[in-house]
């Protein structure tokens, strides 16, 4: 973890509380998670929390001073959760500040979002076994996942577990996570479909695992292991782990095609209509492309240009029926697209694969 952005030491043993146990199997959320792979990290879902207190501050008892413990830095949006001797420092809540704004300004064009509350917990582990422990064994290649619900009207719980013992998890993690948290309140915790959630989370990410992902992309493409448009609006949850790659990496780029042509708050705009009315109308009404059939025959031109672009061998490939563009045969008819889910499910347990594992969860 980046120590410079903690005045915390590293702890030796951990003085975890049980209640938030409870809370784990209590809550019904929304969870996401960040994937560590092997080349590039990709997304990924994973689980509920334990962790620390639910209230750090308590810990913080004039008994327990001397020792490391549950640690709390708060701003306006933030509770920041860490083990040592101090609490994060103010420059790491300004940092997720500036994130959250940032975010709101590129999608909502707005300045001034209101304000969360209750704010959204951030819980910087500070060994693998205190992260597997808040988010669950099947989280295991994550580095971050995030937890939010909501009742009618508003949000209850918004939380995000870093695996803070990996480098990277301020620029790539971090902004990911707070890009589902912010997705899950924009929508008043409806499920998104998972190419939604993931695509918009991964543009938060830093531009090279963003190339990372589009790669796969191309090459799932060029394989003849893509999936139809269809498929992957079709997506009730994530798909099987090994197929994890081109999923992100479609989704993705599904997403930023949509939003290349117009704007961030008008793809909000479709997300919503779509929730509402099905993908179809929505389509329509926001890009004026007829079906999913059209929008797929767009989206492989535009995915052909780019990997013309970048590299003719592939190119020619992209376009052409599903078979020459690479993409797998789809199951299901482009006709009666929904949105996967317009609704939170029933929690299951977080140990499988994270994106089985918590249906109501963005991931
Ligand atoms: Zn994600």
Known sequence: MPRHLLSAATPSSRRLASPTRQFAANVLVGVTALLVFAAASRAGAGETPHGPPANAAAASSPIAASGPIWQERESDNF????????????????????????????WLDCASPQAWRPRCEIVLHDTDESYLRAVGAGASRTVASSLTR??????????????????????????????????????????????????VALLADPARKQQLHLADAQNALAGHAAFRAVELLMLKDYPAVERWPVFY?????????????????????????SLDKGYEPALQEVYQIDDVADLER?????????????????????????RQSGLRRASVEPRSIEPAGHRQGAIRPPQSNPGSAVPARRG
Request: hydrophobic share 40%; glycine share 6%; with cysteine.
């Open 150 to 199: 909501h009742i009618p009207g508003s949000a209850i719980v918004r939380r995000i577990d870093i695996r803070a013992t990996r480098d990277n998890w301020l620029s790539s993690a971090l902004p990911h996570e707070i890009m589902h948290v912010l997705l899950a309140d924009q929508f008043a915790g409806r499920k998104l479909p998972r190419w939604i959630d993931e695509g």
């Open 298 to 322: 767009r989206w492989l031109a535009e995915m052909s240009r780019q990997s013309t672009a970048e590299s003719p061998a592939t190119a020619a490939q992209a376009v052409d029926s599903p």
């Open 79 to 106: 509770r920041i959760r860490s083990f040592g001797t101090e609490p994060a420092g103010p420059e790491l809540a300004e940092q997720c500040e500036a994130l959250r704004r940032g975010l709101y300004e590129k």
């Open 249 to 273: 990496g479609q989704s993705m780029s599904l997403v930023r095609f949509l939003v290349e042509r117009r704007t961030p708050e008008d793809f909000f705009t479709f997300v919503q209509l």
